[in-house]
């Protein structure tokens, strides 16, 4: 049975939307059940199946293939010369190179070729196809949330046998390839006997194997790269020893100090000098001596400088060392063990003055030092529980961080940002200060271990920052964007804040020698009081002597011939007085 409708429109009315309207309802039809059409109905099994409305997931485990990376190089020689060219003869090059300008077939190339090349040098003067359209333009990362995440991990490959600590960590100066790690073991009596003394040379892209050993006698405590060779490092060793090698050489020192001439405690810190040679440099220990080396002849140290504070005549030990060429090719500053920082000139008139003021204010040793690299009149200083800023005309820090609740082991200030320093602390965590928008609290803080944190370096672009800790694994992280960018007129207000700070602690320095000359005119005046009321008291004593004597010689009789009182002692005083002068009236009777 089919049931359909008719209807009918005028052709005009097509396409008219259709007007509904509400009525009742109705009957249509009635369709009865049919008996023939039941019998032919079949029943299917239930079939039951769950829906739900959350996504499906899998899992699955396997076994990456371990990847073992290998370095391998190759030897470019100069070819191309005809047998009978030395390329090495000066004579015979430039004889060939008349000779070739000269052949036709040469001149003709050079001609063809010059049409080509004046092309596209027009096309290249018409569109610079390397011009960068935002080069210069500054991104706001203000509202960005500042993270590091960890690119890989450096293991000491003696971990299995004993726990050294990473002690010093030096960049690469030409990129972001490689970097030195010395490993130590700082405490005497946790070295085992037998330790290894290998320190390494790593690549970034090759985290497995070390890309170079240092072999030493000694355990190397510190390692610095030569700026202006970067196959050349130098390090002090836990003996007192300075030593450099060459990369392009054996393992095996270079050149190392003897013993006799050398620090008489372990070297904590050194640096490359600025100088013409660029084999200059300076070490500093706990002895109390700064040594200056010519790693052209170790022999003996050219120049020594005993750490003899000025006033005191205390002998200070040295634990940090700062050199910065832009605050003067001869000045350095010293951090040491009791807490103070010595500022230091190898070159003054006088002997005398080679050591030079002194600030105070940590509670413990200094174990950073660093000059903020946009304002080198600032510098920064890391000891006890705290980091401050100093400033080299005040002898107060001008800015200083909360009292934190482990005690700090470095810091050092980004090279791209003026207002971002960077400290670490023994309990393994990694802290970054933004002065620009934060004062307070640190603006970031990364957990990299359970165990505490020896050293870090930041590279010289600011992005990559490499820690060293206590169980012998360096961590290299990438930092992001907002972080090593410099900020929008970021210099200027740094600038300003330190200025400000500056003048505020100038301020509490001439209010304080103001009340102290207070207190000593006070002082003054108060004993020139206490010594008049003194002088009076004095007078007045001798006032009554005159007085007594006086009246004793007026009480004389008449036919008293004074034998008696002649003999009698002078009075000292009025009770005195009066008992002598009754024993010479008995008498006289």
Same mark, same amino acid.
């Given at each position: 049975?089919?049931?359909?409708?008719?209807?009918?429109?005028?052709?005009?009315?097509?396409?008219? #939307?259709?007007?509904?309207?509400?009525?009742?309802?109705?009957?249509?039809?009635?369709?009865?059940?049919?008996?023939?059409?039941?019998?032919?109905?079949?029943?299917?099994?239930?079939?039951? +199946?769950?829906?739900?409305?959350?996504?499906?997931?899998?899992?699955?485990?396997? =076994? $990456?293939?371990?990847?073992?990376?290998?370095?391998?190089?190759?030897? #470019?020689?100069?070819?191309?010369?005809?047998?009978?060219?030395?390329?090495?003869?000066?004579? #015979?090059?430039? !004889?060939?190179?008349?000779?070739?300008?000269?052949?036709?077939?040469?001149?003709?190339?050079?001609? =063809?070729?010059?049409?080509?090349?004046?092309?596209?040098?027009?096309?290249? *003067?018409?569109?610079?196809?390397?011009?960068?359209?935002?080069?210069?333009?500054?991104?706001?990362?203000?509202?960005?949330?500042?993270?590091?995440? $960890?690119?890989?991990? %450096?293991?000491?490959? #003696?971990? /299995?046998?004993?726990?050294?600590?990473?002690?010093?960590?030096?960049?690469?100066?030409?990129?972001?390839?490689?970097?030195?790690?010395?490993?130590?073991?700082?405490?005497?009596?946790?070295?085992?006997?037998?330790?290894?003394?290998?320190?390494?040379?790593?690549?970034?892209?090759?985290?497995?194997?070390?890309? %170079?050993?240092?072999?030493?006698?000694?355990?190397?405590?510190?390692?610095?790269? =030569?700026?202006?060779?970067?196959?050349?490092?130098?390090?002090?060793?836990? @003996?007192?020893?300075?030593?450099?090698?060459?990369?392009?050489?054996?393992?095996?020192?270079?050149?190392?100090?003897?013993?006799?001439?050398?620090? !008489?405690?372990?070297?904590?810190?050194?640096?490359?000098?600025?100088?013409?040679?660029?084999?200059?440099?300076?070490?500093?220990?706990?002895?109390?001596?700064?040594?200056?080396?010519?790693?052209?002849?170790?022999?003996?140290?050219?120049?020594?400088?005993?750490?003899?504070?000025?006033?005191?005549?205390?002998?200070?030990?040295?634990?940090?060392?700062?050199?910065?060429?832009?605050?003067?090719? +001869?000045?350095?500053?010293?951090?040491?063990?009791?807490?103070?920082?010595?500022?230091? @000139?190898?070159?003054?008139?006088?002997?005398?003055? !080679?050591?030079?003021?002194?600030?105070?204010?940590?509670?413990?040793?200094?174990?950073?030092?660093?000059? =903020?690299?946009?304002?080198?009149?600032? %510098?920064?200083?890391?000891?006890?529980?705290?980091?401050?800023?100093?400033?080299?005309?005040?002898?107060?820090?001008?800015?200083?961080? &909360?009292?934190?609740? $482990?005690?700090?082991?470095?810091?050092?200030?980004?090279?791209?940002?003026?207002?971002? %320093?960077?400290?670490?602390?023994?309990?393994?965590?990694?802290?970054?200060?933004?002065?620009?928008?934060?004062?307070?609290?640190? +603006?970031?803080?990364?957990?990299?271990?359970?165990?505490?944190?020896?050293?870090?370096?930041?590279?010289?672009?600011?992005?990559?920052?490499?820690?060293?800790?206590?169980?012998?694994?360096?961590?290299?992280?990438?930092?992001?964007?907002?972080?090593?960018?410099?900020?929008?007129?970021?210099?200027?207000?740094?600038?300003?804040?330190? /200025? !400000?700070?500056?003048?505020?602690?100038? *301020?509490?320095?001439?209010?304080?020698?103001?009340?102290?000359?207070?207190?000593?005119?006070?002082?003054?005046?108060?004993?020139?009081?206490?010594?008049?009321?003194?002088?009076?008291?004095?007078?007045?004593?001798?006032?009554?002597?005159?007085?007594?004597?006086?009246?004793?010689?007026?009480? &004389?009789?008449?036919?008293? +011939?004074?034998?008696?009182?002649?003999?009698?002692?002078?009075?000292?005083?009025?009770?005195?007085?009066?008992?002598?002068?009754?024993?010479?009236?008995?008498?006289?009777?």
């Amino acid at each position: 049975m089919e049931i359909y409708y008719q209807y009918q429109k005028l052709r005009k009315e097509f396409g008219r #939307h259709a007007k509904f309207t509400d009525e009742s309802a109705g009957l249509l039809t009635d369709i009865r059940p049919s008996e023939a059409e039941f019998k032919e109905y079949i029943e299917r099994n239930p079939c039951t +199946t769950n829906v739900m409305v959350l996504p499906e997931f899998s899992e699955s485990d396997c =076994n $990456t293939t371990q990847i073992t990376m290998a370095v391998s190089g190759m030897k #470019h020689v100069e070819g191309g010369w005809p047998k009978d060219i030395d390329p090495e003869e000066v004579e #015979h090059v430039l !004889r060939f190179q008349k000779k070739t300008e000269k052949d036709e077939d040469y001149i003709r190339a050079i001609t =063809n070729l010059g049409a080509q090349v004046e092309e596209l040098i027009k096309q290249n *003067n018409a569109i610079d196809i390397y011009e960068e359209y935002y080069d210069g333009a500054v991104l706001d990362h203000s509202a960005e949330t500042p993270y590091a995440k $960890t690119l890989t991990v %450096f293991r000491d490959p #003696h971990a /299995d046998k004993v726990t050294r600590s990473c002690s010093y960590i030096s960049w690469y100066p030409d990129g972001a390839r490689k970097l030195a790690i010395a490993y130590s073991i700082m405490e005497f009596q946790k070295q085992p006997e037998g330790m290894p003394t290998e320190s390494y040379v790593w690549d970034v892209t090759n985290p497995n194997v070390p890309d %170079f050993t240092m072999r030493t006698a000694s355990q190397l405590c510190c390692v610095k790269y =030569n700026e202006k060779d970067p196959n050349i490092l130098i390090g002090g060793s836990y @003996n007192g020893q300075v030593q450099f090698w060459d990369t392009r050489k054996n393992p095996t020192p270079v050149d190392a100090t003897p013993i006799e001439f050398g620090h !008489r405690d372990p070297v904590y810190d050194l640096d490359w000098l600025q100088s013409k040679t660029g084999t200059e440099a300076l070490s500093l220990s706990t002895d109390g001596n700064v040594l200056f080396w010519d790693i052209r002849k170790l022999g003996e140290p050219t120049d020594t400088i005993p750490l003899v504070e000025k006033g005191t005549g205390v002998v200070q030990g040295a634990v940090s060392l700062e050199y910065e060429s832009v605050a003067g090719p +001869t000045k350095f500053m010293v951090g040491t063990e009791s807490g103070s920082v010595i500022m230091c @000139n190898r070159k003054a008139k006088n002997p005398q003055d !080679r050591i030079g003021s002194s600030f105070y204010g940590h509670h413990g040793p200094v174990y950073a030092l660093e000059r =903020n690299p946009f304002f080198p009149k600032y %510098f920064m200083s890391i000891g006890d529980w705290t980091a401050r800023i100093w400033m080299e005309d005040v002898r107060t820090p001008i800015v200083m961080s &909360k009292y934190h609740d $482990t005690f700090l082991t470095g810091g050092t200030w980004s090279p791209t940002r003026p207002g971002v %320093f960077f400290t670490c602390k023994m309990d393994g965590t990694l802290d970054v200060w933004d002065y620009l928008y934060k004062q307070n609290d640190p +603006t970031l803080s990364v957990q990299i271990s359970d165990a505490g944190l020896c050293s870090f370096n930041l590279q010289d672009a600011g992005r990559l920052i490499t820690t060293g800790g206590a169980e012998g694994n360096a961590t290299l992280l990438e930092l992001c964007e907002g972080l090593y960018s410099i900020q929008q007129n970021e210099k200027q207000v740094i600038a300003a804040m330190f /200025d !400000r700070e500056t003048k505020r602690e100038r *301020n509490l320095e001439a209010r304080a020698k103001e009340l102290k000359l207070r207190q000593k005119r006070q002082a003054l005046k108060d004993k020139e009081d206490a010594d008049a009321a003194a002088a009076a008291n004095e007078g007045d004593a001798e006032e009554i002597k005159k007085i007594e004597a006086e009246f004793f010689e007026q009480t &004389k009789g008449e036919d008293d +011939t004074g034998s008696s009182l002649a003999a009698a002692p002078a009075p000292e005083d009025g009770a005195d007085g009066e008992a002598a002068a009754e024993a010479g009236a008995e008498d006289a009777e």
